[in-house]
Nanobody
């Protein structure tokens, strides 16, 4: 069994910064792609940023220049550094991980989400 746990959300003023963390636990042989998604009220879940096992990254246009995704494979953890936050960044942020389990199967795991609120 594998689970992913996010942390780091909260209330921040416009222009502020937050750093989200996502750690995978359990029967993990290796982590492949990891990604951060978000879902605002009344909207569909969307990809914010993704990172491959060896560090290749991709960003949504809304995140480019403001957000940075990174990972520490030794800690099974991915991070999302968010700067210059805007009210429209308000959403529940979810971590997604593609996991190769110790049983040599592949599964996709979602975290429970962490709320980011950008407001003055």
């Amino acid at each position: 069994q594998v689970e992913v746990v996010e942390s780091g959300g909260g209330l921040v003023q416009p222009g502020g910064s937050l750093r989200l963390s996502c750690t995978a636990y359990g029967s993990i042989y290796s982590l492949n792609d990891m990604g951060w998604y978000r879902q605002a009220p009344g909207k569909e879940r969307e990809l914010v940023a993704g990172i491959g096992k060896y560090g290749s990254v991709n960003y949504a246009d809304s995140a480019k220049g403001r957000f940075t995704i990174s990972r520490d494979n030794a800690k099974n953890t991915a991070y999302l550094q968010m700067n210059s936050l805007k009210p429209e960044d308000t959403a529940v942020y979810y971590c997604n991980a593609e996991v190769r389990t110790t049983g040599m199967g592949f599964i996709e795991v979602w975290g429970q989400g962490t709320l980011v609120t950008v407001s003055s």
